[in-house]
């Protein structure tokens, strides 16, 4: 007798394990699948760096998860962290500029 195959869960009810990510600095091969889930995937990575503790992880731990990212991905990571809280923009400056740095040919093109 066959079993109804269980439908995946939608990314946006997995729990996402900042933390391992972070300390391990590595997202499991294909684990964003789509440009929608990388979007998604961001969304939630913002809200959960400026909802745990300072020190709960380095910015050398953000910027490896960030350079996994597609780079229209780092781009909005900087984008919507600046509309969800512009004041801490100051504490994220050193891994902006690395990260915009990279892009400086492609945003006078």
Do not use: W
Not at 7 to 14: E, G, I, L, N, V
């Amino acid at each position: 007798m066959d079993s109804p195959q269980q439908p995946a869960t939608p990314f946006a009810a997995q729990a996402v394990p900042f933390a391992e990510f972070l300390a391990s600095g590595k997202l499991p091969d294909g684990y964003l699948t789509s440009e929608y889930i990388a979007q998604q995937f961001v969304e939630r990575l913002v809200h959960y760096i400026l909802s745990v503790p300072s020190g709960s992880y380095s910015m050398a731990e953000l910027s490896k998860l960030l350079e996994q990212l597609d780079p229209r991905a780092q781009v909005f990571f900087f984008q919507r962290l600046k509309e969800t809280s512009p004041e801490c923009l100051k504490d994220f400056a050193p891994l902006y500029y690395g990260f915009m740095n990279e892009f400086d040919s492609l945003l006078f093109t």
